[in-house]
């Protein structure tokens, strides 16, 4: 298994965590604990999930996906993924996570999404 690599760049619009090797139990507490860390950095803005380079995610990374969102909208802000593989796609749809949490092709149009719907607040 390869370990979770997170590396976090900040933007005009949104803080990005790039997440690199796979989400699984052992990984847990890292993803959980960058994207606390994040929201409490930046209560009311948009955080974007890179999974360009994401291999796998399992049910306790999809946990922290779930407690992220609701964690990012009760601070006020926004929680977004961003170029998830097709194999990652699928597992945020037979979730149905995709239904919550909302999924972009690229980091580019979830941070322009963001600076969208700020302008139409």
Known sequence: MAALKITRRDHDDGIVLVLSGEVDMAAE??????????????????????????AFIDSSGLRVLIQAHKAARAAGGSLAIASASERIARILHVTAIDTRVPVFPSVEAALAAAQESSSAS
């Open 29 to 54: 507490e890292q993803f959980n604990r960058a994207v606390r860390e994040t929201v409490d950095a930046r209560p009311q803005g948009r955080l974007v999930l890179d999974f360009g380079k994401l």
